[in-house]
DNA sequence: ATCAAAATTGCGGGAGTTTGCATTTTGTGT
DNA sequence: ACACAAAATGCAAACTCCCGCAATTTTGAT
């Protein structure tokens, strides 16, 4: 493997994981502790990353103006979310939960469409401001500073009011028999309310994510209209929810 | 082989691959690695690859997960924020309005610090996140893509029945006669009701807003408890404020 | 067709990089 | 203070790169 990718690898588990830990790397890596120490090193200099006995820290840089969203499997995404944007017409009502993959999908969303969109996400919020044609509505409440999203009551208050055609739900997890589920609660509670209030359910994720499971319900399988994964809608790991006369993309 | 044939090889696996190796590429095209070196550094310059140290990687343009924000004037900035930072104590609830004089104000807030805070701003919202100790309530509505901040009847609603202890209030204008003046009705609408939920009032900007107008009026300028500007308090520029009683950090 | 200039290629060798190991130094937790 | 892990240092071997050069091919003009 070439220097400049292990590279890439370093930054892309330390933005992932907050922290590398030197013999882990070496393991990974396959590659001597040595050699992974200076790789950390030359990122320490470059002021990529800030290196601590035993490993390395993400540095966070307080001075800059951007804000950084990190997209894992960015490729994936891609793919879901060009297959996904068939579904969208002028004129619709939407809402979006939070995730990567519906911000890749903002990113991807037509210049020309016209859509009203209600979305709890900051980032995504973000990303729709660039489209000069979509009325967007952020929806307040406290922040989930981790996710990047409001929660609570005043979030259910204003998606309870809400009559959208399509939300488009990002998936923690999903499994045949319990179908979605969240890590959190809140954000389980949200999702509940945003499918209470729309007449079309699709809920993109990455292929990953199948047959996985966490500990808040969400809905049964059967309440989501759509799925949209990265594969092929005729693979075998899809055929379980095939079987449920769930629509695939 | 033709060179440009060689060179559509390279790309293709490059593409295929991620990574090509220069030694690899030698084997395939039955060529010394001199000259596949040389192509590699053509195509470099060409910017349609990167050359690395034994081979080449995939140019990736870094597709906007970055937000960024532009602020002008920043140092000046800085001066301003420094100062208003000793209007802070723990336990505090504070509202803030958006523009990027409060942006580097949210920069600059220690991390130690426990504080409520209410925006209505993306970015502001987004910086905060980063500290752990502050709660963060942001206020949902329509968005106004272009200050990106939410204005409209939600916001009024929302702020209508915070009671806060200190309101951050950015300036379009300021002039002794009409007091803080504003671009947009709605915004100056917002503001508006900023200031009735709150004990005290604090406004921050540069010199340069300094007796200008604008069509729309938030508030008098006795409304106001403090201005900050990067202007030393004693300066003359500032003679006509200070004889209306109003504190000047 | 002929010739010269320009471009391309492979090679030798020197310079520069990278890597793992041995050794020494430094840092951490008990 | 101690033991032990991690890091820095020095070093040699292997690898990669670049330069100049000569051989070869291509190009373009006559």
Chains 1, 2 share one sequence.
Do not use: W
């Amino acid at each position: 493997m070439l220097k400049a990718q292990r590279h890439s690898y370093i930054m892309e588990k330390l933005r992932a994981e907050q922290k590398v830990v030197t013999t882990d790397l070496a393991v990974d890596l396959d590659l001597s502790e040595d050699t992974v120490r200076r790789d950390l090193n030359e990122l320490d200099r470059k002021k990529l990353l800030k290196k601590v006995y035993g490993g390395a820290l993400l540095i966070k840089e307080r001075s800059s103006n951007t804000f950084n969203v990190h997209i894992s499997a960015e490729e994936k995404k891609e793919k879901i979310v060009i297959k996904a944007l068939s579904l969208l017409h002028d004129d619709q009502v939407i809402i979006m939960s939070g995730g990567t993959t519906n911000l890749v999908f903002a990113k991807f969303i037509p210049e020309h469409l016209k859509l009203t969109i209600y979305t709890y996400s900051l980032p995504i919020a973000m990303q729709l401001s660039k489209l000069p044609n979509i009325e967007l509505i952020l929806i307040g409440g406290k922040m989930q500073k981790s996710a990047m999203v409001t929660i609570g009551i005043d979030v259910i208050q204003v998606l309870s009011k809400i009559r959208a055609d399509i939300c488009f739900i990002g998936a923690s997890s999903i499994n045949v028999k319990q179908g979605l589920t969240e890590v959190g609660y809140e954000v389980s509670v949200v999702k509940k309310a945003m499918i209470a209030s729309s007449d079309k359910v699709v809920s993109m994720f990455t292929s990953n994510k199948l047959n996985t499971k966490m500990p808040h319900g969400v809905c049964e399988l059967q309440e989501l209209d759509t799925i949209v994964t990265e594969l092929d809608p005729d693979d075998d790991r899809l055929e379980k929810y095939r079987k449920t006369g769930i629509k695939i993309l």
